[in-house]
């Protein structure tokens, strides 16, 4: 089983859509990261979690430390929105090694 | 800035052959990582380079692959002989001095496409 594990794996919405992607991890961690990568494109990051909410745009990403669970919300979802959405974590026992989650795959149609 | 550069974005080789990947970082960088995503899978830590020193090699394969970082700059990664299963997307990320992840943003490159058949 994988330390970090996200849901759904793809995810299809109407533009206008909420979207929420969730993750969990069994790890102790120092920080959590939601990255996205679209097709044929880098990495790039979106946030650093390590407590409460961040909000950037349209994006608010959310961490539970206690329950070890963190969701990535979309609101009015657009179709440049299309991506696949990572979930990884630095863990507290060696904070330079991130540990990925497999992604989500999100595809929002006009 | 420039960002994370690496090439080149797609390889194509046959098994037994060798391949040399590189990642120039963000000028000033100290921190390099390489990272892999073989298909269907999650991306998985490789190595990760402090200046010139390799301060954790724990993710790489087998001694096939061979990771330098020449002058603390750009880094090749080179795999030697290639194996069918080495096929993945191998990615490049560079930080500034700090504790990693957790305090300082990671800058991810495009990666690079490896195929081998």
């Known amino acids: 089983k994988n330390e970090v594990e996200q849901s759904p794996q793809n995810l299809t919405a109407q533009e206008g859509e909420f979207i929420t992607i969730n993750c969990s991890y069994s790890?102790?961690?120092?920080?959590l990261h939601w990255l996205q990568q679209h097709p044929g494109g880098g990495i790039v990051s979106l946030f650093m979690?390590?407590?409460g909410k961040k909000k950037h745009g349209r994006l608010i990403a959310t961490i539970n430390i206690q329950e070890k669970h963190s969701s990535l919300h979309i609101t009015a979802s657009h179709p440049r929105d299309s991506a696949v959405y990572i979930c990884?974590?630095?863990?507290?026992?060696?904070?330079?090694?991130?540990?990925f989650g497999t992604g989500t795959r999100l595809q929002v149609f006009p | 800035e420039a960002g994370v550069t690496q090439f080149p974005s797609h390889s194509v080789i046959e098994k037994g052959q060798t391949v040399t990947l590189r990642c120039d970082p963000i000028?000033?960088?100290?921190?390099l990582y390489w990272y892999r995503r073989v298909m269907g899978k999650e991306i998985k830590f490789l190595l990760h380079?402090?200046?010139?020193?390799?301060?954790?090699e724990s993710g790489m394969p087998n001694n096939r692959f061979l990771a330098e970082r020449t002058g603390g700059t750009y880094s090749t990664l080179k795999v030697q002989p290639a194996e069918l299963e080495d096929s993945g997307v191998y990615f490049c990320?560079?930080?500034?001095?700090?504790?990693?992840?957790?305090?300082?943003?990671?800058?991810f490159g495009s990666g690079t496409r490896l195929t081998v058949v």
């Open positions: 990320a560079s930080s500034q001095e700090g504790p990693g992840w957790g305090s300082y943003g990671y800058t």
């Open positions: 790890v102790g961690i120092s920080a």
């Open positions: 979690l390590s407590s």
């Open positions: 990884a974590v630095s863990s507290s026992y060696n904070t330079d090694k991130l540990i």
């Open positions: 000028s000033g960088h100290d921190n």
């Open positions: 380079f402090v200046k010139e020193s390799k301060q954790d």
